[in-house]
């Protein structure tokens, strides 16, 4: 890029989360309309429904959020009777988190949106530019990590 020719609008971390901020939203109005969520407690959520019982610990590690942030997560999705909390017998300090029947209910109802939600957002696109595009993002992603480590 030469000198004073930068072009913010086609900068690549900047159109990713302008592109990432677009497409959340749809998703993000009927998390919050319908069970008050933030973003946060839907992916906790989401992590328990899909994987089953789990650490946040876990949950932070997998989904790359911060430990302070699932933890209130947690708390919300707790007083929401959306989780439950059981201390793991081994080890006192761990606690496994569950989906309770009426968080499995909501999993159920939000998964069922998410997939019509990217069909929808994906429906201009051929099933290989499907493909090529989770296999540029996953591309990017690494980079970016990489990037943050060295």
């Known amino acids: 890029m030469?000198?004073?020719a930068f072009?913010?609008?086609?900068f690549l971390p900047y159109r990713l989360n302008q592109a990432?901020?677009?497409?959340?939203?749809?998703?993000?109005?009927v998390y919050r309309e319908r069970y008050g969520m933030l973003r946060t407690e839907w992916r906790v959520l989401f992590h328990l429904g899909?994987?089953?019982s789990m650490t946040a610990r876990e949950i932070g590690a997998r989904a790359g959020i911060h430990k302070t942030k699932i933890s209130r997560a947690v708390?919300?999705?707790e007083a929401q009777r959306f989780l439950t909390r059981k201390r793991d017998e081994a080890d006192r300090r761990v606690e496994?988190?569950?989906?309770?029947?009426?968080?499995?209910?909501?999993y159920d109802d939000l998964f069922a949106v998410?997939?019509?939600?990217?069909?929808?957002?994906?429906?201009a696109l051929s099933t290989?530019?499907?493909?090529l595009l989770r296999d540029l993002l996953r591309r990017i992603e690494t980079a970016g990590q990489a990037a943050i480590r060295t």
């Open 2 to 4: 030469e000198k004073g």
């Open 7 to 10: 072009d913010l609008q086609e």
């Open 20 to 29: 990432a901020e677009a497409a959340s939203l749809g998703f993000q109005k």
């Open 50 to 52: 899909l994987y089953g």
């Open 75 to 77: 708390s919300r999705l």
């Open 96 to 106: 496994n988190l569950s989906l309770t029947p009426n968080g499995r209910r909501v």
């Open 114 to 123: 998410a997939e019509r939600y990217e069909g929808d957002l994906t429906a």
């Open 128 to 131: 290989d530019e499907r493909a």
